[in-house]
């Protein structure tokens, strides 16, 4: 039986002699030792039993009839064993002793000495420990210098690979995951980002090194872990050996690290400008590992080294905004030089045009129905009408305006933009235009929607190059129960606008279609894309209040459909006929415009509506006319630019003598007042030239009403 609180030792004992080794046995008994004892007495035994292994300590006689101590000490050498050997005999001289101690005996007794035994087999028992421990930390030292040579190396070879130096960061962040991977072999090793608004991680990649894949998009709410958070914001590392039971990583347990087989965690932050970036994590599956210093350390140069590939990715981009906004500057200062000249050149032409359009339709009313005239007329007036529109667009793109939300037409505004965009697409573009029907008035700004359609028709024209193909756009009504609306927010139940434009060009996969409303992505080659259009495009539909979603396959071309709220929620319906013109009943209108057949042609469209009209071309001799007679007049029509007065000083001059007398502003002039800004001025309403009949009617109506 085994005395309680003996020392268990394992002894290998060569002897021939059963009482001696009952002997040594007992005196290891009484020196506190437990022994379980195996005695050999030949050297195929010996060599066997060194082959078991585990043995604390090896006795040997010197002599036995078919082996000896000497021999057993030779094949003891041979093994490699750094087990006490301790020679013991009865006979042998202290010459003999020295000779077997320098051939590798830790010790030498004699039988007749076994009170030296206890205290020799500590001593050898105690060196054997400590000559163990040396090793081990000496072993344990090379293999820290090796792993940390061959990190070290790996971190060189990955900072001389070309993809640091370019601008694909994705590439650059898979090849970090994978040598972190590699170097501290683990099957996963991941990088992510911090996004604050709202606040979380974002993976960027995570590379599982089995099957050597990459995943991606995985998002962490920061508020739903703030000790781990606040952890990796306080500390260079987190090196978690039990990430399941550590509390600071103890709360992705049940849903992540545990369902995954995940044991610890060593997670580097990555810092840039003292603020916590992102995070660079190594995931150990299987049995618990402790991280060494030296990994710990490594996992911090590979943080810093992420941080630095984030500053060149976040410098780049800032350099291609700074481009981007003097290539916008640029631009603007183009479209202003246009706004200059198109607003120089406005006025004359759209007097021009209101004279053309005026009498055209002026005489398109005094011939009959059937007369052959009467067709020619119509496409003069066609024709001008065209020539009003293309000034009005091109005043629209050359001039900066407040953001104003307007009820605004979105068909019309298609297919405004697309008699624009028919010059400029390719010829082996196929465009097709469906502005649809009546109803689609939406609360918006008109310019801003054309540079929506613009930019998606360039867009899809480049999808279509060089081929060529059909570009189809249309306008119509759409009504959205709860179940459609919850799929398209913001967007609540009820009758929108919807806006679709599709083409049968490349189309994209679903990478790309998840970033392609991020600033400054692209897929035209460099030089030829800012990666702004869609963004912008983006923007501009949820400043509408409304939403923008795309469908695209590659090879199966792409749709756009921007879905807009109805300015009324009412039902829409068909356009109603036209009404009769509203007339005068003998009302008195003075009509003034520096231009005297201007002045005359709307005097006579007046006149032929029922007013009783005068005619003046300088300012002077009306206001002069007008105080000759103050009641004597219901109405007066001036023009907004004239030389020595303008439309606006006559108006002032004209209250100043009456101060009820109704003043409508007419004008061909880009710099004209708004509608608020005119009443602001004492108008009644503006007008702008070239205008037809019926909105004259209508504006000296509404003027005489207000």
Same mark, same amino acid.
Not at 446 to 451: G, I, K, M
């Given at each position: 039986?085994?005395?309680?609180?003996?020392?268990?030792?394992?002894?290998?004992?060569?002897?021939?002699?059963?009482?001696?080794?009952?002997?040594?046995?007992?005196?290891?008994?009484?020196?506190?030792?437990?022994?379980?004892?195996?005695?050999?007495?030949?050297?195929?035994?010996?060599?066997?039993?060194?082959?078991?292994?585990?043995?604390?300590?090896?006795?040997? $006689?010197? !002599?036995?009839?078919?082996?000896?101590?000497?021999?057993?000490?030779?094949?003891?050498?041979?093994?490699?064993?750094?087990?006490?050997?301790?020679?013991?005999?009865?006979?042998?001289g202290e010459d003999v002793a020295v000779e077997v101690m320098r051939a590798g005996a830790h010790d030498y007794l004699l039988k $007749?000495?076994?009170?030296?035994?206890?205290?020799?087999?500590?001593?050898?028992?105690?060196?054997?420990?400590?000559?163990?421990?040396?090793?081990?930390?000496?072993?344990?030292?090379?293999?820290?210098?090796?792993?940390?040579?061959?990190? !070290?190396?790996?971190?060189?070879?990955?900072?001389?690979?070309?993809?640091?130096?370019?601008?694909?960061?994705?590439?650059?962040?898979?090849?970090?995951?994978?040598?972190?991977?590699?170097?501290? !072999?683990?099957?996963?090793?991941?990088?992510?980002?911090?996004?604050?608004?709202?606040?979380?991680?974002?993976?960027?990649?995570?590379?599982?090194?089995?099957?050597?894949?990459?995943?991606?998009?995985?998002?962490?709410?920061?508020?739903?872990?703030?000790?781990?958070?606040?952890?990796?914001?306080? !500390?260079?590392?987190?090196?978690?050996?039990?990430?399941?039971? $550590?509390?600071?990583?103890?709360?992705?347990?049940?849903?992540?690290?545990?369902? @995954?087989?995940?044991?610890?965690m060593l997670d580097a932050a990555i810092v840039s400008g003292g603020r916590v970036i992102g995070v660079i994590c190594i995931e150990?599956?299987?049995?618990?590992?402790?991280?060494?210093?030296?990994?710990?350390?490594?996992?911090?140069?590979?943080?810093?080294?992420?941080?630095?590939?984030?500053?060149?990715?976040?410098?780049?981009?800032?350099?291609?905004?700074?481009?981007?906004?003097?290539?916008?500057?640029?631009?603007?200062?183009?479209?202003?030089?246009?706004?200059?000249?198109?607003?120089?050149?406005?006025?004359?032409?759209?007097?021009?045009?209101?004279?053309?359009?005026?009498?055209?339709?002026?005489?398109?009313?005094?011939?009959?129905? $059937?007369?052959?005239?009467?067709?020619?007329?119509?496409?003069?007036?066609?024709?001008?009408?065209?020539?009003?529109?293309?000034?009005?667009?091109?005043?629209?793109?050359?001039?900066?305006?407040?953001?104003?939300?307007?009820?605004?037409?979105?068909?019309?505004?298609?297919?405004?933009?697309?008699?624009?965009?028919?010059?400029?697409?390719?010829?082996?573009?196929?465009?097709?235009?469906?502005?649809?029907?009546?109803?689609?008035?939406? @609360?918006?700004?008109?310019?801003?929607?054309?540079?929506?359609?613009?930019? @998606?028709?360039?867009?899809?024209?480049?999808?279509?190059?060089?081929?060529?193909?059909?570009?189809?756009?249309?306008?119509?009504?759409?009504?959205?129960?709860?179940?459609?609306?919850?799929?398209?927010?913001?967007?609540?139940?009820?009758?929108?606008?919807?806006?679709?434009?599709?083409?049968?060009?490349?189309?994209?996969?679903?990478?790309?279609?998840?970033?392609?409303?991020?600033?400054?992505?692209?897929?035209?080659?460099?030089?030829?894309?800012?990666?702004?259009?869609?963004?912008?495009?983006?923007?501009?539909?949820?400043?509408?209040?409304?939403?923008?979603?795309?469908?695209?396959?590659?090879?199966?071309?792409?749709?756009?459909? @921007?879905?807009?709220?109805?300015?009324?929620?009412?039902?829409?319906?068909?356009?109603?006929?036209?009404?009769?013109?509203?007339?005068?009943?003998?009302?008195r209108v003075l009509c003034l415009d520096d231009e005297q057949a201007n002045a005359e042609l709307a005097a006579e469209m007046l006149?032929?509506?029922?007013?009783?009209?005068?005619?003046?071309?300088?300012?002077?001799?009306?206001?002069?006319?007008?105080?000759?007679?103050?009641?004597?007049?219901?109405?007066?029509?001036?023009?907004?630019?004239?030389?020595?007065?303008?439309?606006?000083?006559?108006?002032?001059?004209?209250?100043?003598?009456?101060?009820?007398?109704?003043?409508?502003?007419?004008?061909?002039?880009?710099?004209?007042?708004?509608?608020?800004?005119?009443?602001?001025?004492?108008?009644?309403?503006?007008?702008?030239?070239?205008?037809?009949?019926?909105?004259?009617?209508?504006?000296?109506?509404?003027?005489?009403?207000?």
């Amino acid at each position: 039986m085994t005395a309680e609180g003996a020392e268990p030792l394992r002894v290998l004992h060569v002897e021939d002699n059963p009482d001696d080794a009952r002997l040594i046995e007992r005196s290891l008994r009484k020196g506190g030792f437990a022994p379980h004892v195996q005695r050999v007495e030949s050297a195929d035994a010996f060599q066997r039993a060194l082959h078991q292994g585990g043995w604390d300590l090896i006795l040997a $006689d010197y !002599n036995l009839p078919t082996f000896s101590g000497t021999a057993a000490l030779e094949l003891y050498r041979q093994s490699a064993l750094d087990t006490p050997f301790i020679l013991i005999s009865g006979t042998v001289g202290e010459d003999v002793a020295v000779e077997v101690m320098r051939a590798g005996a830790h010790d030498y007794l004699l039988k $007749d000495s076994l009170d030296r035994l206890v205290p020799a087999v500590r001593r050898e028992l105690r060196e054997t420990t400590l000559r163990s421990e040396r090793r081990q930390a000496i072993e344990s030292i090379v293999r820290r210098e090796r792993w940390l040579r061959e990190a !070290n190396d790996a971190l060189a070879a990955l900072v001389r690979q070309p993809v640091f130096s370019g601008d694909d960061l994705d590439t650059a962040i898979r090849a970090v995951t994978e040598t972190a991977a590699r170097v501290f !072999n683990v099957g996963r090793a991941s990088i992510w980002d911090v996004i604050n608004a709202p606040p979380f991680l974002r993976c960027r990649d995570l590379y599982l090194a089995h099957g050597a894949a990459h995943e991606a998009g995985i998002r962490i709410p920061i508020g739903e872990h703030p000790a781990y958070f606040d952890a990796l914001a306080h !500390n260079r590392c987190i090196a978690a050996s039990d990430a399941v039971n $550590d509390p600071r990583t103890s709360n992705f347990a049940e849903g992540y690290l545990k369902p @995954l087989g995940i044991s610890s965690m060593l997670d580097a932050a990555i810092v840039s400008g003292g603020r916590v970036i992102g995070v660079i994590c190594i995931e150990h599956v299987g049995p618990v590992r402790m991280w060494t210093d030296e990994e710990q350390t490594f996992a911090g140069s590979l943080a810093d080294l992420v941080a630095l590939v984030f500053e060149a990715a976040e410098r780049r981009r800032a350099e291609a905004e700074a481009r981007s906004f003097e290539g916008q500057l640029y631009q603007s200062q183009k479209l202003e030089a246009i706004g200059t000249l198109a607003g120089g050149i406005a006025h004359d032409f759209n007097n021009v045009l209101f004279a053309i359009l005026g009498h055209a339709e002026l005489a398109e009313r005094r011939v009959a129905p $059937d007369d052959p005239v009467r067709h020619h007329l119509a496409q003069i007036i066609r024709a001008g009408q065209r020539a009003r529109d293309l000034v009005r667009q091109i005043l629209t793109f050359s001039r900066q305006r407040p953001q104003e939300r307007n009820p605004v037409s979105l068909s019309s505004v298609l297919t405004e933009a697309g008699q624009l965009l028919r010059a400029s697409l390719p010829a082996a573009i196929e465009m097709r235009v469906d502005g649809g029907g009546p109803g689609t008035v939406i @609360l918006g700004d008109a310019s801003q929607l054309h540079q929506v359609i613009v930019n @998606l028709a360039t867009n899809a024209a480049h999808a279509m190059q060089p081929r060529g193909g059909v570009l189809a756009m249309k306008c119509g009504l759409v009504q959205l129960d709860a179940a459609a609306a919850r799929a398209l927010p913001p967007l609540a139940p009820g009758w929108h606008a919807r806006l679709t434009v599709a083409d049968n060009g490349c189309g994209m996969d679903e990478q790309v279609q998840a970033r392609i409303f991020e600033p400054f992505f692209t897929t035209k080659p460099q030089g030829e894309g800012t990666g702004l259009g869609l963004s912008v495009v983006h923007g501009i539909v949820a400043a509408h209040g409304g939403h923008i979603g795309v469908q695209s396959r590659l090879g199966a071309g792409t749709t756009f459909e @921007l879905t807009f709220p109805l300015a009324t929620q009412e039902e829409p319906h068909a356009a109603v006929g036209a009404a009769d013109l509203p007339r005068g009943r003998g009302e008195r209108v003075l009509c003034l415009d520096d231009e005297q057949a201007n002045a005359e042609l709307a005097a006579e469209m007046l006149t032929t509506l029922g007013y009783v009209t005068s005619v003046e071309s300088d300012p002077a001799v009306a206001i002069g006319r007008f105080r000759e007679n103050p009641q004597g007049w219901d109405l007066v029509v001036v023009d907004y630019q004239m030389p020595r007065l303008s439309g606006i000083e006559v108006c002032a001059a004209l209250h100043a003598i009456r101060r009820d007398i109704p003043v409508l502003l007419v004008t061909g002039s880009s710099g004209a007042p708004s509608d608020e800004g005119a009443v602001a001025l004492g108008f009644k309403g503006v007008l702008g030239k070239p205008f037809e009949l019926e909105a004259f009617a209508s504006a000296v109506q509404a003027a005489l009403r207000k």
